[in-house]
C-alpha cells in the first residue's frame, strides 16, 4: 500500500510536497483507462499532455508510458499534430521490437521456434511417444539454422547504451561444460563439418566458442577435450582470450603454441593476480611489456545498431580486475591503460598486505 499526503494537486509542475513512497516499478496494466478518465474529465490537457510526452521521453525504460500518452493525445479532437522527434520516435520503435523478439522464428531466419520445439518435446513425453522424440530433435528433420542466434531482451548497461541480448549458438551449449562424451566427440564435429557451424561466431558477450569453453577452465565440467576438438576442427586461435585460461600453465602455454596472442590487457591481469609463471610465459612468448592497452579515440561517443551492440562479459578478468582503489583523479591515467611496469609498482604501493615481491616487477624490467 502506497501512502500519499493529499489528492488532487497532480499538476506536473507542483514539486511542493515531499514523496512519502516511491513506486518499485511502474504498474502498466490500467494506463490507458487512467489516460482516457482524466483527458474525459480534465480541461486544457493539449499542453499538459504535450509536457507529459516530453518529460517521459527524458526518463528511460518507460516507452510504455510515452506509446500510451501518444495514443491519448491522437484520440482528442481538433488538436495539431504532434511533432514526435528522433527521442519520442526511438521509444516508439523498441515498443515496437518487443512482440519481435517474443518470436523466435523471426530473429535470424530462424526456421524452426526454440519454444515451440521445446513444448512438442513435452508434449510428446507425457504422452510417452518416445519413437517420435528422436525424428523431433534431428537437425535435418527440422531444417534447422545451427548457427541462428535468439534473442533475449533489450538490456541497459550503466554509462553505455546496450541493444538487443543474443543468446547462444548450439556450439556454445556443446563446449561450455561438456559432461556427455558424444557433445564434443560425436555433436560437435558433425555439426561443423556437415551443417556449416561457424566457430567464430560471438555470443551477447562477444564469446566464441573457444572462449566460451575457456570460461570453465577452473570448474569441474571443464572438458579439454572440446578446446582440442575446437582448435583441430580450425578455430580462430587468434581471438582466444588468455586471461580465461591463466588457471590452466599447461593450456595457456598450447593457445600460445597454436597461435593465441599475450596483449597488453592479459599482461595486466598476469600482473594482477601474481601468476608469475604465466607472466613469464607471456613475456617469453611475444609479450611486449612496452605497450599498454588504449581505447581507440571516440569509441566512447560511437553509437552501434540496437541489434548488434556488443555487452561486456560479467566473467572476463577485466571487468573485474581493473577496479579503482581509491578517489577518482582526472590527472591519474586508468590502470587497464597502464604499461605493466607502472601496474605492477603501482599495484605494489597500494596493496600492503598481499604485495607481489619487488623480484617479480624486476623479471619484467628485464
Known sequence: MFLFPTVGGVLIGDKTRPILA????????????????????????DELIDEAISSAVEKQNIDYTVECLLQTRNSQANMAPFSIEDRTSSCLERRQVIPIIAQPSICAGATCPPMLLRSNFERLMRLRRYDRVEMLLLVEE???????QGYGKILTVAGKKAGIYKHETPIHCLVK????????SEALPYLVRHHGANLDI???????PLNAAL??????????????????LRADIRRA?????SNDIVLTDLLIRKGAVPTAKVLLAAIKSRNCKVLSIFLSNGGDPNIRPVKEEGS?????????????DPKSPSRKMFSCTGPYDPREIPEDEMYPLDYATNLYAQDTKTRMPLSNIKRIRR
Open 241 to 245: 582470450d588468455l586471461t580465461r585460461a
Open 22 to 45: 516511491q513506486w518499485k516499478k511502474f504498474p502498466s496494466e490500467r494506463l490507458n483507462d487512467v489516460l482516457g478518465l482524466i483527458s474525459t474529465r480534465g480541461t486544457h490537457q
Open 215 to 232: 570460461d570453465t577452465v577452473s570448474l569441474v565440467t571443464f572438458s579439454r577435450r572440446a578446446v582440442d576438438a575446437l582448435i583441430e
Open 177 to 184: 561444460g561438456a559432461s556427455h562424451w558424444w557433445k564434443v
Open 202 to 208: 560471438q555470443d551477447g558477450w562477444g564469446r566464441t
Open 142 to 148: 527440422i531444417c534447422y539454422n545451427v548457427n541462428t
Open 300 to 312: 566512447e561517443k560511437t553509437v552501434l545498431p540496437l541489434w548488434e551492440t556488443p555487452l561486456d
